[in-house]
């Protein structure tokens, strides 16, 4: 069964941290790799990646900052979102919310390690209950 999901950008950094390949946040990335969470994508989304990703106090290779993005543009889905209306107090966490719901019909989440910064949505999962829905589906190892 395919798993949509929005990938915050906090996930991707702590995932490339992390030394932990069991910890939630690397399984989320390897499950991404693995084409078993499609990852929903907007230009604006690629962008932020790649401008946090670059910054000085993270120690991120560009060519692992480029195999990251190139993941989710050859693996995941571009989504075109509506705007829904929501105000959010950091105005580009917005972008994430409203791709997710695009495509809230393909039953898509939103993985985020700040879900304070988000509306209070059962789609809007932290890294570890995104492992868990992957379990359900049947889609970790």
Not at 4 to 16: C, E, H, K, P, R
Not at 67 to 74: D, M, N, Q, S, Y
Not at 103 to 131: C, Q, W
């Amino acid at each position: 069964m395919k798993c949509y999901a929005v990938i915050d950008t906090n996930v991707i950094v702590s995932g490339l941290l992390t030394n932990n390949r069991m910890a939630p946040t690397a399984v989320i990335l390897d499950a991404m790799m693995d084409g078993k969470i499609i990852p929903l994508f907007h230009e604006d989304i690629l962008a932020e990646y790649e401008d946090v990703l670059q910054r000085k106090k993270f120690p991120f290779d560009q060519k692992d900052i480029e195999i990251v993005i190139h993941a989710v543009k050859e693996f995941g889905l571009e989504v075109f979102p509506e705007k829904t209306g929501e105000i959010f107090i950091d105005v580009d966490d917005l972008i994430f919310y409203e791709v997710a719901m695009e495509k809230r019909s393909d039953d898509a989440y939103l993985v985020t390690g700040n879900r304070k910064h988000y509306p209070i949505k059962d789609f809007i999962v932290t890294p570890a209950e995104m492992v868990e829905i992957l379990r359900q589906y049947g889609n970790t190892d």
